[in-house]
T-cell receptor, first 111, second 123 residues
Framework: RKEVEQDPGPFNVPEGATVAFNCTYS??????FFWYRQDCRKEPKLLMS?????NEDGRFTAQLNRASQYISLLIRDSKLSDSATYLC????????????WGLGTSLAVNP | GAVVSQHPSRVICKSGTSVKIECRSL??????MFWYRQFPKKSLMLMAT?????????EQGVEKDKFLINHASLTLSTLTVTSAHPEDSSFYIC???????????????????FGPGTRLTVL
């Protein structure tokens, strides 16, 4: 089983749609959780951290369920500029706190 | 946010040559930097963890003699791909760890910032 699993998509949605991405992780001792966004041929950029209580940043809402080892990202009112790959990332304990990356979910928002 | 630079951004070289990639943290000191590789339509794969003043820690399956890492200062780590071959062609990305403890509260921030990546093509 992969450490971080995501549905690769692609998700094709019209502008204005609401889209949800899911992610599961295998290490119950994982400490921190993130969603990154990666545009084609660019480096990943931090979209948002994910907290146990859930958190929202504008049109983006992230949820964490530690019991189910499940993370989600909800995008409301999709924009064309949201088209990208969304990477679920888990950070484990330890001195160097390595990031464990999912394969990413591809989103295409269409006019 | 903090800035991490990588140089060069793109390199094309002949098979058998060595290529050095630099990763710099521009406005913070990074005792730990990470080197990743990403093939087309694949996820980032951690190659090694670079620790200032000590040997790098390589992930399983990554040849340390082929991918030489040097972290000689708190703001610079280098990755040298030795005797590059076409199968080494990839997108190499570094990240630098910014770890700070705040005053008397003891609260800390631990964030990784990514460089813009280096696209290596070996002919």
């Amino acid at each position: 089983r992969k450490e971080v699993e995501q549905d690769p998509g692609p998700f094709n949605v019209p502008e204005g749609a609401t889209v949800a991405f899911n992610c599961t992780y295998s290490n119950s001792a994982s400490q921190s959780f993130f969603w990154y966004r990666q545009d084609c041929r660019k480096e990943p950029k931090l979209l948002m951290s994910v907290y146990s209580s859930g958190n929202e940043d504008g049109r983006f809402t992230a949820q964490l369920n530690r019991a189910s080892q499940y993370i989600s990202l909800l995008i409301r009112d999709s924009k064309l500029s949201d088209s990208a790959t969304y990477l679920c990332v888990v950070q484990n304990a330890g001195n160097n706190r390595k990031l464990i990356w999912g394969l990413g979910t591809s989103l295409a928002v269409n006019p | 946010g903090a800035v991490v630079s990588q140089h060069p951004s793109r390199v094309i070289c002949k098979s058998g040559t060595s290529v050095k990639i630099e990763c710099r943290s521009l406005d913070f000191q990074a005792t730990t930097m990470f080197w990743y590789r990403q093939f087309p339509k694949k996820s980032l794969m951690l190659m090694a963890t670079s620790n200032e003043g000590s040997k790098a820690t390589y992930e399983q399956g990554v040849e340390k003699d082929k991918f030489l890492i040097n972290h000689a200062s708190l703001t610079l780590s280098t990755l040298t791909v030795t005797s590059a071959h076409p199968e080494d062609s990839s997108f190499y990305i570094c990240s630098a760890r910014d770890f700070r403890v705040g005053g008397t509260s003891g609260r800390f921030a631990d964030t990784q910032y990514f460089g813009p990546g280096t696209r290596l093509t070996v002919l």
